[in-house]
């Protein structure tokens, strides 16, 4: 069940994930309130771990690129010819 809540949490933009974060967070931070200072030492332990776990999946991984062998400009892996120099990419 996380998992897919996770893989539906990722496909969304930032402002959905504060959003979710929200919605959820506010109900479990009124559950534990009666707890006290216990209470809200658990929601800001959950929510740091949330933040944790939710940053280890992030992997924004730059595109792949070829450098040019002629300037060394860096090109996506699909084009023919540098956009630089125009020499072409395709004998390297």
């Not at 991984?61 to 060394?72: D, F, H």
């Not at 956009?83 to 395709?90: E, F, I, P, Q, V």
């Amino acid at each position: 069940m996380f998992l897919f809540l996770q893989s539906k949490i990722e496909s969304m933009d930032r402002l959905s994930t504060l959003l979710i974060y929200a919605f959820v967070g506010f109900p479990v931070l009124f559950i534990l309130f009666p707890f006290g200072p216990l209470g809200l030492f658990l929601f800001v332990y959950l929510a740091l771990l949330v933040m944790v776990i939710q940053s280890w999946d992030d992997t924004d991984e730059p595109p792949a690129r070829i450098n040019c062998s002629q300037c060394g400009a860096p090109n996506e892996l699909d084009r023919d010819q540098c956009k630089h120099c125009n020499s072409s990419l395709t004998g390297q």
